[in-house]
């Protein structure tokens, strides 16, 4: 019983270091790059670049004008709707999926 103990503490407590390091080192290693203009640009444009790459594989097998694509399509449009209101990218995902869920809920999605 105290092997097996020992075993999964000093699992543990590998796994956590490791993930502290991967979680550091970017930070600890590109602290003098940090604001290098490649950089600058890809922290810009690629969360949004991420966002359509995941919004058309999510729709790639849908129907663009199928009666089941349309709750998609009005919470995509709440998304969008919400976020040009607020600005907040918290708000217009809770808000989506919030609405999406329900919908799916009540048989609708």
């Known amino acids: 019983m105290n092997d097996n103990l020992l075993y ?3 699992a543990i407590a590998v796994m956590a270091a490791v ?3 991967t979680r550091v080192l970017p930070f ?10 490649l950089l600058e640009h890809l922290g810009r444009y690629l ?3 991420v966002m359509v790459l995941l919004l ?3 729709f790639k097998n849908d129907i663009a004008w199928s009666a089941d694509f349309l709750p998609e399509l009005g919470c995509l449009t709440l998304v969008a ?3 040009l209101a607020f600005r907040q990218a918290l708000v217009s ?3 989506g999926t ?3 869920m329900a919908l799916v809920q009540m048989g609708l999605g």
């Open 93 to 95: 995902i809770v808000g």
């Open 8 to 10: 999964l503490t000093l």
């Open 19 to 21: 993930t502290f390091l």
């Open 28 to 37: 600890v290693v590109l602290y003098k790059v940090a604001h290098h203009p």
């Open 98 to 100: 919030a609405v999406y």
């Open 47 to 49: 969360p949004p670049m």
């Open 56 to 58: 058309v594989y999510s």
């Open 81 to 83: 709707a919400l976020h």
